[in-house]
């Protein structure tokens, strides 16, 4: 679906990105194409992770990462891309470890799942910001195309019948109209009448609702003590969001 709209809407994005890339000197080339391998292996590895952590670990564990990634992120950029942090961002970060560790004392299963699905998508985000000049719809259609490369061994170690299902496929195709590229489409058009920094803060509202439907519609148990850890990790969110909540509540007074 992304190539067929490169190819049919995008043509002139994708010539500009060619000749952009044989622009390029030799090192700039090797450069760019290690990047962009290690992108899609960073991406690849998120999706996997979470995608096995929701069927075989806990939705707890896919939520909690979800709540990590944005301070993980922020603690890459300030480790590899040498980005500042103010004092909220540091507390919060600080506040976010004591949580970690302190659900870690009570299920470091989860949470080694929680950290390795959060660092593959913070590392991943790092990537994105070292590679300038590309296209990044263009960029996300060739990152799918390593991906499936990446994934091809794993169908020859472990190979099963080609889905003939229709009831598979209509589930494929849902998730893939309704529960991505729709959310996507409605994030791009939010920003046309909400301020970025309220669109950002209201990406916490996934993990938020994915611990609901874990508690509420699956059964999953949450005791007292991943409870505090929960609510620990939620206080050094907005913390670490207190300047953006600044400005949404200014701008709406």
């Excluded at 000049?133 to 994934?151: E, R």
């Excluded at 494929?172 to 791009?188: G, Q, Y």
């Amino acid at each position: 679906m992304v190539w067929a709209t490169i190819l049919l809407f995008r043509r002139s994005a994708f010539r500009n990105d060619v000749d952009f890339f044989k622009a390029l000197s030799k090192p700039e080339r090797t450069k760019l194409l290690l990047l962009t391998i290690l992108a899609a292996f960073l991406i690849t590895g998120n999706w996997f992770t979470y995608i096995y952590a929701v069927n075989s670990v806990s939705l707890k564990a896919a939520a909690f990462a979800y709540m990590v990634c944005p301070l993980l992120t922020a603690l890459c950029g300030f480790i590899i891309l040498k980005e500042s942090l103010t004092r909220y961002k540091v507390t919060a970060l600080c506040i976010a470890l004591i949580s970690i560790i302190w659900l870690a004392t009570g299920s470091l299963h989860e949470v080694l799942w929680a950290i390795l699905i959060a660092s593959f998508y913070a590392v991943y985000v790092i990537v994105l910001k070292v590679i300038k000049g590309v296209d990044k719809f263009n960029f996300l259609g060739v990152q799918l195309i390593l991906s499936g490369i990446l994934m091809l061994p794993l169908y020859f170690i472990n190979a099963k019948p080609f889905p003939m299902d229709g009831v598979f496929w209509t589930h494929i195709f849902l998730i893939a109209i309704f529960f991505t590229i729709i959310p996507l489409f409605l994030n791009a058009y939010a920003l046309l009448g909400m301020p970025s920094s309220a669109l950002g803060i209201l990406i916490y509202l996934n993990p938020i609702v994915a611990f609901a439907v874990a508690f509420f519609y699956f059964g999953e148990v949450i005791d007292m003590h991943q409870l505090f850890a929960y609510l620990l990790l939620l206080l050094s969110i907005v913390i670490f969001n207190v300047q953006l909540l600044k400005r949404v509540v200014y701008k709406k007074a």
